[in-house]
């Protein structure tokens, strides 16, 4: 169906909307999450994670900023991704925009833990309140809750890629391959975020799932993103009207 060079020019924007912020995003999560988190954080040893996060705590408000950015990113693809799919249904498409939405109000719920975290490591006043195995397990415990919340987000955010992927999958113009990553990414997500929040204790499940669904999840949106990019909404010749 042809479509006017205005509309093709509003859809090519909101492409490059996406695919910058998802690319933006990816760069963020993993500077963040895998680099910084994961160097910090020790799981079950309060003590060491104090220790950590006191010493570095430039490195972890480093941390923070990149979730801050992956937060508003979350926001502009919430928009992008609605006027870019909403040609192909526009009921969906705006289900798929509120629940990046509701996600990224649960995200910034979770980020305000680590914000919590920060205060406790430089604030010396608690010292007078708490001994100091105390105010290291309050400090773990607010980072259990970081993880905890942002897990069940990521459950929405499954019920989000599914909508995307299936509007992708409907598409004359989106690779049927990125249709695919997108809806295994969405299956992963909400499978392995299920266990986290309600089935904790299964850690071999977990990881197993984790395992299987890495390469979607990893190569899923963020294909998408550079697809977008270059790609996306780009006017095609025959395929378009002057009105």
């Not at 006017?4 to 924007?13: A, G, I």
Request: some cysteine; aromatic content about 14%; charged content about 15%.
């Amino acid at each position: 169906m042809a479509v006017s060079v205005k509309e093709q020019s509003h859809l090519r924007k909101s492409a490059l909307t996406a695919g910058i912020s998802l690319i933006i995003m990816a760069m963020a999560a993993f500077f963040s999450y895998s680099f910084i988190h994961g160097r910090l954080v020790i799981p079950e040893d309060a003590s060491a994670t104090f220790t950590n996060i006191k010493s570095a705590s430039i490195l972890f408000k480093t941390e923070i900023l990149g979730w801050i950015i992956i937060l508003i990113t979350d926001i502009f693809v919430s928009w992008a991704f609605y006027i870019f799919l909403k040609p192909i249904d526009k009921s969906l498409s705006l289900l798929g925009a509120w629940l990046r939405l509701i996600y990224a109000a649960i995200l910034g719920d979770a980020i305000v833990n680590l914000i919590y975290v920060l205060l406790l490591s430089r604030n010396t006043d608690y010292s007078s309140l708490f001994k100091m195995d105390q105010l290291q397990g309050l400090m773990l415990l607010f980072l259990k809750e970081f993880d905890a919340v942002w897990s069940f987000g990521l459950i929405i955010f499954g019920g989000h890629l599914l909508i995307v992927g299936y509007l992708a999958w409907k598409s004359d113009s989106i690779p049927k391959v990125i249709s695919i990553l997108l809806l295994l990414a969405s299956a992963g997500y909400i499978m392995i975020n299920l266990f986290k929040t309600f089935f904790p204790y299964y850690h071999g499940v977990i990881t197993s799932l984790q395992i299987i669904f890495c390469v979607p999840m990893i190569a899923g949106e963020l294909g998408f993103g550079i697809w977008l990019l270059f790609k996306g909404g780009k006017i095609l010749k025959g395929n378009t009207t002057t009105s």
